[in-house]
T-cell receptor, first 111, second 115 residues
Framework: RKEVEQDPGPFNVPEGATVAFNCTYS??????FFWYRQDCRKEPKLLMS???SGNEDGRFTAQLNRASQYISLLIRDSKLSDSATYLC????????????FGKGTHLIIQP | GAVVSQHPSWVICKSGTSVKIECRSL??????MFWYRQFPKQSLMLMAT?????????EQGVEKDKFLINHASLTLSTLTVTSAHPEDSSFYIC???????????FGPGTRLTVL
């Protein structure tokens, strides 16, 4: 079983629409959760951390469900510039741990 | 803040040669840095954790004698791919942890092509 699973997509979404991604993780001891964005042939960039209480940053909302071990990302009023691959990322420990990445969900915003 | 640089951004080398990649945290000190590898259409895979002043911790399946890591200061970690072969061709990315909630910031990556 993969540690972090995501639907690879692609998700083709019209500009202005709302789109949501889910991600599941297998390690119940995981402590930190993130969404990263990766553009083609570029390094991942931190989009947002995901907290148990959920968090919102502008058009982006992240939710964590520890009981079901899934994380979600909601993008409202999508822009063409939101086209990218969104990586669900999990860290298992409280100390300095490498991150475990999902394979990413490819999002294409269409004009 | 939290800027990580990596050098070189791309390198082409002959099979059998060694390649050194540098990763620097520019505006913060990082006691821990990480090295990842990404093959085409694959996700990033952690190779090793680089700890300042001590030996790196390698993930299962990663040869420590082939991928030499040195973390001599709080702002610099190097990865040397020794005796590179075509199958080592990949995108190598480093990251540094800021110490805040396990957040890591990534360097721009190094694209290695071994002929």
């Amino acid at each position: 079983r993969k540690e972090v699973e995501q639907d690879p997509g692609p998700f083709n979404v019209p500009e202005g629409a709302t789109v949501a991604f889910n991600c599941t993780y297998s390690n119940s001891a995981s402590q930190s959760f993130f969404w990263y964005r990766q553009d083609c042939r570029k390094e991942p960039k931190l989009l947002m951390s995901v907290y148990s209480s959920g968090n919102e940053d502008g058009r982006f909302t992240a939710q964590l469900n520890r009981a079901s071990q899934y994380i979600s990302l909601l993008i409202r009023d999508s822009k063409l510039s939101d086209s990218a691959t969104y990586l669900c990322v999990v860290a298992s420990g409280g100390g300095a741990d490498g991150l475990t990445f999902g394979k990413g969900t490819h999002l294409i915003i269409q004009p | 803040g939290a800027v990580v640089s990596q050098h070189p951004s791309w390198v082409i080398c002959k099979s059998g040669t060694s390649v050194k990649i540098e990763c620097r945290s520019l505006d913060f000190q990082a006691t821990t840095m990480f090295w990842y590898r990404q093959f085409p259409k694959q996700s990033l895979m952690l190779m090793a954790t680089s700890n300042e002043g001590s030996k790196a911790t390698y993930e299962q399946g990663v040869e420590k004698d082939k991928f030499l890591i040195n973390h001599a200061s709080l702002t610099l970690s190097t990865l040397t791919v020794t005796s590179a072969h075509p199958e080592d061709s990949s995108f190598y990315i480093c990251s540094a942890e800021t110490g805040h909630d396990n957040e890591q910031f990534f360097g721009p990556g190094t694209r290695l092509t071994v002929l």
